[in-house]
């Protein structure tokens, strides 16, 4: 079930079986954030070269910057929406671009619904199915609040899950922040310093609040993030070693070469001959 509004919005629910490759092969896009609830064990998948297995009743959560090939698809319900639809850039800070659903978290984020979540996430989405057959004016908003309480669900069972409950609200922020611009400028800035004068803060005040919150440093999460994208490049696309170490703000192919084999453990030339 597809809705499209008048301003470009795009809001997709449907169910995944063995035969619905062409649907992963979407996401992504169309500038797409996507969840995907499976209801089985048989969902095994490479995302960004690295294979996961999912177990039934997990949740995962893709941006359109994620490589997704697929090894094995099983049964499974997919929400995709592109920003028109919902625009979560300029508020819902908690489950939007800047919540640990999409961009705040430095792991692909994957939760386990409980036995009291089951029934909740159920109704919910079935909800939502029933409002896709709507057709009066009052159906983009409706849909965009039966999203955002989704969100909300995910993001209280996966703060829940880790250890973000204990953490102060306003270190949360700095680390949602921090990720999100990251995002924004991984190519252009490569020191903490650099995100530390954007977020008005010193570098040992972000590093003192990720050794509470987060399993990485600050400065691995910028590395982390540009290691992703030189892999993507490198697997994916028909660009020359030094053309991706322009197009990452390295000054030169050296300088990237012992960034990426310090990280990486092989040349970058040995690992697109490797894809």
């Known amino acids: 079930m597809v809705f499209r509004g008048e301003g470009k919005e795009v809001f997709l629910l449907e169910e995944i079986k063995g035969s619905s490759e062409?649907?992963?092969s979407q996401v992504g896009q169309t500038s797409s954030l996507t969840?995907?609830?499976?209801?089985?064990?048989?969902?095994?998948?490479q995302i960004d070269g690295v294979r996961i297995d999912f177990a039934k009743d997990q949740l995962?959560?893709?941006?359109?910057?994620h490589r997704i090939a697929i090894i094995r698809l099983g049964h499974a319900k997919l929400i995709s929406f592109n920003r028109a639809f919902y625009c979560i850039l300029d508020h819902d800070k908690e489950v939007g671009c800047k919540g640990v659903l999409?961009?705040?978290?430095?792991?692909?984020?994957?939760?386990?619904?409980?036995?009291s979540d089951l029934g909740k996430m159920g109704n919910l989405i079935d909800v939502i199915a029933d409002e896709m057959n709507s057709s009066d004016g009052l159906q983009l908003e409706m849909l965009q609040i039966l999203l955002k309480r989704l969100l909300i669900l995910c993001t209280r069972i996966?703060?829940?899950?880790?250890?973000?409950?204990?953490?102060?609200?306003?270190?949360?922020?700095?680390?949602?922040?921090?990720?999100?611009?990251?995002?924004?400028?991984?190519?252009?800035?490569?020191?903490?310093?650099?995100?530390?004068?954007?977020?008005?803060?010193?570098?040992?005040?972000?590093?003192n609040v990720f050794a509470e919150v987060e399993s990485f440093t600050p400065l691995a999460l910028v590395h982390n993030?540009?290691?992703?994208?030189?892999?993507?490049?490198?697997?994916?696309?028909?660009?020359?070693?030094?053309?991706?170490?322009f197009d990452?703000?390295?000054?030169?192919?050296?300088?990237?070469?012992?960034?990426?084999?310090?990280?990486?453990?092989?040349?970058?030339s040995g690992y697109k001959n490797l894809s």
């Open 22 to 24: 062409h649907l992963l």
């Open 102 to 115: 999409f961009f705040g978290a430095s792991q692909l984020p994957v939760l386990t619904l409980g036995a």
């Open 35 to 45: 969840l995907i609830w499976c209801l089985d064990d048989n969902t095994s998948l």
């Open 225 to 245: 993030r540009i290691m992703l994208e030189a892999r993507r490049m490198l697997r994916y696309t028909d660009f020359t070693v030094q053309e991706i170490a």
């Open 60 to 65: 995962f959560f893709l941006t359109e910057f």
């Open 158 to 207: 996966y703060k829940r899950q880790g250890s973000y409950e204990k953490i102060e609200e306003s270190n949360l922020d700095l680390v949602r922040e921090f990720h999100f611009l990251i995002e924004k400028h991984f190519r252009t800035k490569h020191t903490v310093a650099e995100y530390a004068e954007l977020l008005n803060k010193s570098p040992k005040t972000i590093a």
């Open 248 to 268: 990452l703000g390295f000054e030169d192919l050296q300088t990237f070469s012992r960034f990426f084999k310090r990280n990486e453990g092989i040349s970058p």
